[in-house]
């Protein structure tokens, strides 16, 4: 197969406007300010960390931005084999100047200050997204956000509900939730009204998905009336929830979260198999990892009892992708969703992709998002992805398959632009 | 590598006479007599309903075919790109002189008039069979098959064991084996010897395969006889067995069954890892998936028992092909046999076959089965399967290893064609 | 990619000398007296047996080398694809004058021949050494090997503790370890006093490692010393354990040795996921094999417990592989070691390399050992993985990241070379 083939598609591919379907952007401050928001990416700070910085140096309080960049770089070196780390050159390449194959000690410096020259321009924001191709991105928004004072069109609300489905016995939860929904609930049906609430609030703000990530153990099942109205009275006795009946809660939350998407009609978005806080003395954000023993089929009761919830799946271990492409090739409300995390390097998105385009119907992929917490990151992220895209269209289709160019370039824009307008369609 | 090799390795792939070593063929009905029995296929009916097509419309009682093919074509476009799709095409091509890429709504009546000029020639099963290179077909039969009317030489009998194993608390099961053996069997050791008459029976006319598809959780023991009298006699007082009684009963037949194919020299043909019906309202045969929980661990005592019993084993899930891979170079007992069903994909086959050539001695290898209801299924699945091996063989073993290319097809022809003989031998 | 960019990056790593970090070799006795070593590596055994050689025939007490050879020979046919096949084929010709593809019935006498003139030349151990580009080689150790009569620079010891930690319940066992430190114990505080004495005796030596064996349901944790004492008080008794006590009494060790590779400062080298004995009618050390659910979160507390031991982690199954690179990547004293057994086949070690070398830190992870037991074996299953090597730095960094080939070459004499002194530092 030849490599000005996987160019020409590449190039058509570059050129589709896109949606991201899934990030931690905060819409008030959605772009970098100075480089240390760029290392501070946790990719960064926990190879660093991993590599041998101890998280101290990193997370000191009060730390100068420019301070932290100088702690890191010389680690850096360690982790120049890193996909991340390619991500790091190629938007240094693409916003800020940069020209050498590494960031050293002697060239850090110019970087800086040349990042903070683009990084301050008053349209920056703007540049960034027009630059990389963005139309719209999707938050990952709080149960009580305010969702206010920004432009809902271009960042689009998303509620988050691991909060609610995992710390509801935390009084600080319960509390934040009557506090936005102005609904004192001590009971399982109040409860669901406190639900209903944050759904009509999010639905009218224009979110398009409910979203949670699930440890790998979870099994989503429904529970009676009668046993959620005995964990509620356990917690309004003041009375510590046991482990077996702190399951039993979150398996109740996230059956009435199920219910509230059906009648909402949101997308409910699982982002399954993550193990929190496994490595409790790793740096911010980089403690958790995932337990390969897990399996959709966890989710059969789940599935079966919600016809009318599409539920865009995300799976931590490429070991479970297979079953992913079966669950949606199978089941009408299940479709794959981007390569997230731990799978998101090259090798895993390549045997991932491949089994995906050749086995779920292509209306039920979403090919890619950001995760991204700034905006810089789109490009090199969706740089990588259209790089494995375009691979594996010329060679199982184009090839294998002997599809005109044209056709694979439509396929790809299926999975990159259009699935996410189909799956998580903007609300009249 | 050059893509001429590989085309080399293929044309001569092409050449080889097939023994199909499992279908589920009906020998009295073999080919297709219009488009809608090549599209009622599950691939086909579960993938468009996947994309949205619901069931009723689908298995409307007493559906024309015509009418069938109608509802089936509009929701196609959303599957073209699926690997099941292009076998589709790839039989249309070779049979039924369609030219175009895609099956639309404005050509799918000519195709569906000239399929039926094709599946109408009188001796059209006589031609399939001959330009798909195949010489004989293995069956899936049921245990009370009457095995006759139908050349055995070219559709060869196979004692399919599912419902004995899984179904024997139901009476209707226990009526069929009594009928079909004429054993009125309420103990284990008459169960037994019906089991011995069936063997007796198919073996006779020409079985050369016992074969079961088990669910992800089942692991095979041997029960004491003590045990399994209580079981009979708690099902001759009319009572419902326990889920553990169940699970032992099946047990105790399945071990009787490994007797018996130990005894008759049947190899017992193990599909490993399916969950049925875990999305309930799913179309006919579009209801299973799988639990990649599994391990072929849960086979180690049945392989030790029984060392004169071959297992050619088929996993559900590509994750437990290094298993497979694993247990085959250890056991002398175990066989690797084809890519089943949701492994079934060339993302999923390369890998699978990739490592088999690799570390599996080439004897006890089975390339590849149709699976297929329909024998115009052949030609474009095992044409999937040759591309895989053809460019496996030229990368792997004529590149890497520098091997002949005779040297490299005398290998696919073993895997492809020899080994079914070794593996399922004639019987004299 | 051009088949010549592979080539040249492969030249290059060809050129790096080794220190091969794990290895069964005996310093006493450490390369093959005659070609019947070499067909008695167990791969060679294994699957002959596997392929229908009875093991009565391979392991006759007593037999003659040559006439061992002789009855391997004709079995040699089956399975000729196999990769371990292409290592025997590679190190006779690059040993023995061999010129032919394979080995049959008319020629292995000749080579049988050939062989023993070889490998009787006086300094044949340090020819092969150096013509493998071999300085060193790790040995695999018993807690009672005297470590004397050898050249611990060129044979660096290694604890192995696999007896230690699952055969503390034999009576030989302890005896053995109370012969070699001249400690009686028998409670756990003296049993930690002994495995005290143990590091003392062999980090003197040199050891650069402590390492193990674990099966896949082995979980690491702390045992108080109330439970670990009434453990030793039912051992003095003379009374069996429970199986569930033999399980503390492994965890117990397990964790007494991780306190001492800490105090030591002896990396742990973890290999994980072994079932022993699951086929026990199997030729001697083809025997094992493995279950895939497993995951590296049961070593959570572990890692977690003991940040300053650098855990080297060889894991069976393939499907661990991303679990391995992702607590790589997260817990900084975790890292990647070499391709371990049913996973060391070039299609596995593609997979998993090319996931290790994008996103674990390149100073975390060690390619390759040879797990040998003769020197010989070293050039081919080097030989293998640099190939494999080569390819992934020329697709994933010199073609994907535009990397040039210096760059690409010096990532790999990381990973082939300096990591090893890194992670396995020598003791000044």
Redesign the interface.
């Known amino acids: ?1 030849s ?1 000005a083939l996987v160019n020409r598609i590449l190039a058509e591919l570059n050129r589709i406007r896109l949606v991201d379907p899934h990030s931690h952007i905060n819409p008030h401050s959605a772009a970098s300010k100075t480089l240390a928001d760029i290392l501070g990416y946790h990719y960064y700070t ?2 660093a ?4 910085l101890p998280r101290e140096q990193i997370e000191e309080p009060g730390i100068d931005p420019k301070e932290k960049v100088a702690r890191l770089v010389p680690w850096l070196r ?7 780390y ?1 991500w790091l050159i190629d938007l240094c390449r693409a916003f800020f100047y940069f020209e050498a ?1 590494t960031i050293t000690k002697s060239n850090w410096e110019g970087l800086y200050d040349r990042a903070i020259e683009t990084l301050s321009q008053p349209d920056w924001e703007r540049q960034v997204l027009e630059r990389s191709g963005l139309e719209a991105v999707f938050l990952t928004n709080d149960f009580d956000d305010p969702l206010t004072g920004f432009d809902t069109q271009r960042y689009i609300p998303c509620l988050r509900t691991d909060d609610l489905v995992f710390q509801m016995t935390n009084p600080e939860t319960r509390r934040r939730l009557a506090a936005t929904t102005n609904i004192e609930f001590d009971n399982p049906l109040e409860c669901e009204q406190a639900i209903g609430a944050l759904f009509e609030r999010f639905t009218r703000a224009g979110a398009r998905a409910c979203a949670i990530s699930l440890p790998p153990d979870f099994e989503p099942v429904p529970v009676t009336a009668t046993v959620a109205g005995k964990l509620f009275a356990t917690i309004r006795s003041g009375s510590e929830l046991t482990l077996e009946e702190r399951r039993q809660l979150s398996q109740f939350v996230f059956w009435k979260l199920a219910e509230a998407c059906s009648q909402f009609r949101l997308p409910f978005d699982l982002m399954i198999g993550v ?1 929190r806080r ?5 740096v911010y954000q ?12 966890q989710y ?1 009761r789940l ?2 009892a919600f ?1 009318r919830v599409m539920f865009p799946i995300s799976v931590l ?4 992708n ?2 992913l ?8 409300n299940v479709a794959t969703n981007g390569h997230w995390w ?2 998101n ?4 998105i390549e ?1 991932d992709c ?2 995906r ?8 992929q979403i090919g890619y998002y950001s995760d991204m917490y700034k905006l810089e990151f789109a490009l090199p992220k969706f740089g990588m992805y259209r ?1 494995v895209l375009a691979r594996v269209l010329a060679e ?2 184009v ?3 002997a ?2 160019e044209e ?1 694979a370039v439509a ?1 790809g824009r299926m999975v990159l632009r259009d699935n996410v307008e189909r799956i998580f369609p903007a609300r009249r």
Chains 1, 2, 3 share one sequence.
């Open positions: 197969m490599q926990e190879l960390h991993s590599a041998g360690d982790i120049e084999n890193t996909v991340q390619g194959d193990n496994v490595y409790e003395a790793g980089g403690q958790d990892l995932f337990d390969g023993r897990c399996s959709l089929f059969r599935f079966n016809p271990a490429s070991g479970m297979q079953e492409v079966s669950y949606s090739w199978i089941f009408p731990y799978s390097i090259p090798a895993y045997i491949r089994s385009l050749q086995a779920v119907p292509q209306t039920k790089q199982d289709f090839v294998a398959r599809w005109s056709r396929f």
